[in-house]
């Protein structure tokens, strides 16, 4: 079998008997299942039925397999659903094999999970770059019109009794452009400016008083654990304090009625071959599990992106701007901000900042 050593997974199909005639050990590895079970199969049988161009498998195929057999070389993607059930996105050769008295494919497969992954995810840096540019800007530019209004409505508040009609008004006024004039501080942190003054900090001491700067008052539970007290993040104290807090009252908020958050923080390795889109090297983690409503599926890729909200948008509690802002930290601390979540059980959060010293020292 002269693609026994290929790289991918390599199937064969007889397209009058619809059945399969040979595979590749690889293909058996992808499909998670032996050889002999893909030889009793036919074509379509390790095919998801939810397809990535939202067409029916067997459908597309078909023209496939036509334009195959006319010659072409015919390039798709198609998920795959192995034998344990799992979908794995694939990149798709399909080509004639010359017979004489067959019609025969041959259908390569190499798994682009980790291509799309990494396609996703500097797209969406590149439009949080540009975003970040455009926040720049206009937030300069408000934060010097909001100083020119703060100065006069102190001016007017100063000028005013306190028995005076107006008073109460101009200080809800001043107020307010105290709320705004934060919010043009966390847009000069999304943007290019609000660069990190990094030193090593104790991340222990950091996250126990973020814990109670969120939680105090909440009526939420929560156990912290840190594996080591001594240790060190190379990180800008009052930034990360920023993102963990952040994190904690989202936790808060997602359990209304009620429930626990569970904070870690420790210390883990990072070779070449991680998962992690991260440099070889130590790095501390601070995870953030609670209890709550969890994140829809749909909407666990947004939650990042700038005025992306699953909050009512009347309820006061926030603009969707604190995911993003907390991404645009931790990316500047060369670290990672995780998510996992499911509905209706909780959502998991996990900040990865380098380690200010080397673990083993």
């Known amino acids: 079998m002269l693609f026994e050593h290929a790289p991918e997974a390599v199937i064969v199909f007889d397209v009058d008997r619809g059945r399969v005639v040979d595979v590749n050990a690889n293909a058996a590895r992808l499909c998670e299942c032996s050889r002999e079970d893909l030889l009793k199969s036919r074509p379509g049988d390790f095919y998801s039925p939810e397809q990535p161009d939202g067409i029916p498998a067997e459908k597309s195929m078909e023209e496939h397999i ?13 998920l795959v659903r192995t ?3 799992k979908d794995i996105l694939c990149e798709v050769h399909l080509l004639r094999v010359p017979s004489h008295d067959r019609k025969l494919l041959r259908a390569s497969y190499l798994d682009i999970t980790e291509r799309k ?11 949080l770059e540009a975003i970040s540019i455009l926040a720049g800007g206009i937030a300069h530019d408000f934060n010097n019109m909001l100083t020119a209004a703060i100065g006069n409505i102190e001016l007017a508040v100063m ?45 222990a001491d950091l996250v126990k008083d973020a814990v109670t700067s969120a939680l105090a008052g909440s009526g939420i539970a929560y156990d912290l654990l840190c594996s080591d007290e001594t240790l060190m993040a190379d990180c800008d104290a009052g930034q990360i304090h920023q993102v963990i807090r952040n994190l904690l009252i989202n936790a808060a ?14 210390v883990v390795s990072l070779d070449k071959e991680s998962a992690l889109s991260l440099p070889p090297g130590d790095y501390v983690m601070v995870s953030i599990q609670d209890t709550g409503v969890g994140i829809p599926e749909e909407s666990i890729g947004k939650i990042f992106d700038p005025y992306f909200t699953t909050k009512d948008k009347y309820s006061r509690k926030g603009i969707g701007l604190g995911l993003t802002i907390c991404h645009a930290i931790i990316k500047k601390h060369d670290g990672l901000i995780t998510v996992e979540s499911i509905p ?18």
């Not at 992954?117 to 439009?127: M, N, P, S, V, Y």
């Not at 209706?344 to 020292?361: C, I, N, Q, S």
């Open 66 to 78: 036509q334009r195959a057999l006319r010659g072409e070389i015919v390039v798709f993607q198609r």
């Open 159 to 203: 000028k005013t009794k306190p028995q005076d009609g107006s008073y109460p008004y101009l200080l809800q006024v001043k107020n307010i452009l105290e709320q705004s004039r934060e919010l043009g501080h966390r847009l000069l942190i999304f943007s290019k400016g609000g660069d990190p003054i990094r030193k090593p900090v104790r991340i």
């Open 83 to 85: 034998a344990a059930g």
């Open 117 to 127: 992954r990494i396609e996703a995810e500097t797209l969406r840096l590149q439009k």
């Open 253 to 266: 908020e997602a359990m209304p009625d009620g429930g626990r958050v569970s904070i870690g923080c420790g």
């Open 344 to 361: 209706g059980r909780g959502t998991t959060f996990r900040v990865y900042l380098p380690a200010a010293r080397k673990v083993h020292d």
